[in-house]
């Protein structure tokens, strides 16, 4: 009788050490596929609403195998991992469906700019091709340059004008890459690149400029409308310069304080701290405070959630804010609609006579010295075929700034 029960204790034993075992390595797995199911939704903008419900079935598909592996009898084991893991199944579908209906099916402003249509001597591209004269021509030592997005087809015109292909080819990501203005004013700073096209720097960036005894050299070539867009079915057709102020100051909210047409509130988007176009909104609200921005958050290194400035997305009650060739040459497809301010279009025209009231300057910038290389570029941009590039790309030149 005795040998009977200790073979039965240590059958009991057993069976609580596999039980255990089996316990800690289901757990494990699925933890692990759920982990791996957080990163591939996940990957890019996520959303509050659908991590609290992503994380609240983790924990019931968890609790469930928990049940089943030690408070249920063994004969049913199967059913509660088989629920658990339906309710995975139904989460990894579930929640990418939800964030593209809240957020993803609203597209950003840049989701549709095919970049290789700029490359200098790309298949099909769309950089307007110029006969430069040969003094301005570069062979050797070729400048780095990078610079705002609106831009790239500017200079991405004068690498196909002035560079020799042979060379330029040999490393053409060194000589030519487009990074966004905050970005490039960095990499100017730190002597990445040899000049940028972009507009303006902010006051930051100069006095970033002025601690490591540096200072910026800037030469204006073209002009450029600061624009602010929304839905292309949002009914408001234009905006005055104050309507703006007080938008982006939070002092207007609703958008049926401007048209009654219209009731949703406002959703007004702006860009990253350093941008040529958070600049250009900065100096149009002068005195005025800008309310701080939509945030979004998104997928960061080691799987963490970061809040950041929120991209642009077309809901039908947001506004936003560009640079006129970008939103109507590179962004093209009648989803958005530019909005007239003050009763002012923003057309080439416009710019031309000075009567648009938000005009930016397209600008050539250095902190070195600048080489006779840099100096060819500069002087060729107010050559005939400098302002033929200009202006059959889509911004308006204008004439050299006498020192």
């Known amino acids: ?228 867009f929304v839905n292309s079915k949002n009914p408001v057709n234009d905006l005055s310069s104050e309507q703006i102020r007080k938008i982006y100051s939070g002092q207007i909210t609703y958008w049926s304080q401007i048209d009654r047409r219209f009731s949703g509130k406002i959703r007004p988007f702006q860009r990253n701290q350093g941008s040529g176009s958070q600049t250009m909104l900065e100096k149009i609200m002068g005195y005025t405070p800008i309310m701080p921005p939509l945030k979004e958050d998104r997928l960061g290194g080691m799987g963490g959630i970061i809040n950041d400035v929120a991209g642009y997305r077309n809901y039908q009650e947001a506004v936003g804010f560009t640079f006129r060739y970008f939103s109507t040459e590179m962004f093209k497809n009648g989803e958005i609609k530019l909005l007239a301010i003050d009763g002012i279009e923003p057309t080439v025209e416009n710019i031309r006579n000075g009567s648009y009231p938000f005009i930016a300057d397209c600008c050539i910038i250095t902190v070195k010295p600048r080489t006779e290389n840099i100096k060819k570029i500069v002087d060729f941009m107010f050559s005939p075929a400098g302002r033929e590039l200009v202006e059959k790309t889509g911004y308006v030149p204008i004439e050299k700034e006498e020192k």
Do not use: H
């Not at 596999?18 to 996520?46: D, P, Q, T």
């Not at 419900?53 to 968890?62: A, G, M, P």
């Not at 099909?124 to 004269?133: L, P, R, S």
């Open 1 to 228: 009788m005795e040998n009977d029960l200790n073979k039965k204790s240590k059958k009991t034993v057993v069976i609580t050490v596999l039980k255990i075992l089996f316990f800690c390595a289901v757990a494990f797995g699925m933890v692990l596929a759920w982990m791996v199911g957080l990163l591939m939704i996940s990957f890019s903008s996520v959303n509050q609403t659908s991590m609290g419900i992503f994380y609240t079935l983790l924990l019931l598909s968890l609790l469930l195998v928990i049940y089943s592996l030690l408070l249920d009898k063994v004969r049913k084991f199967w059913r509660f991992p088989a629920v658990a893991s339906l309710l995975f199944a139904l989460a990894l579908a579930a929640i990418p469906l939800y964030r593209w209906y809240t957020v993803e099916r609203f597209r950003q402003l840049n989701d549709t700019v095919s970049w290789y249509y700029y490359n200098p001597w790309g298949r099909n591209t769309k950089v307007v091709a110029v006969d430069a004269e040969e003094k301005y021509k570069i062979s050797k030592e070729l400048p780095k340059i990078d610079g705002a997005y609106a831009l790239y087809p500017v200079y991405s015109g004068v690498v196909r004008a002035l560079y020799d292909r042979k060379e330029y080819e040999t490393d053409p990501y060194e000589y030519l890459n487009t990074n966004g203005s905050d970005v490039t004013f960095r990499k100017l700073l730190n002597d990445k690149v040899d000049l940028i096209f972009s507009a303006p720097p902010s006051k930051k960036q100069i006095a970033d400029a002025r601690t490591r005894g540096l200072s910026y050299e800037i030469t204006p070539f073209a002009k450029e409308a600061f624009v602010f």
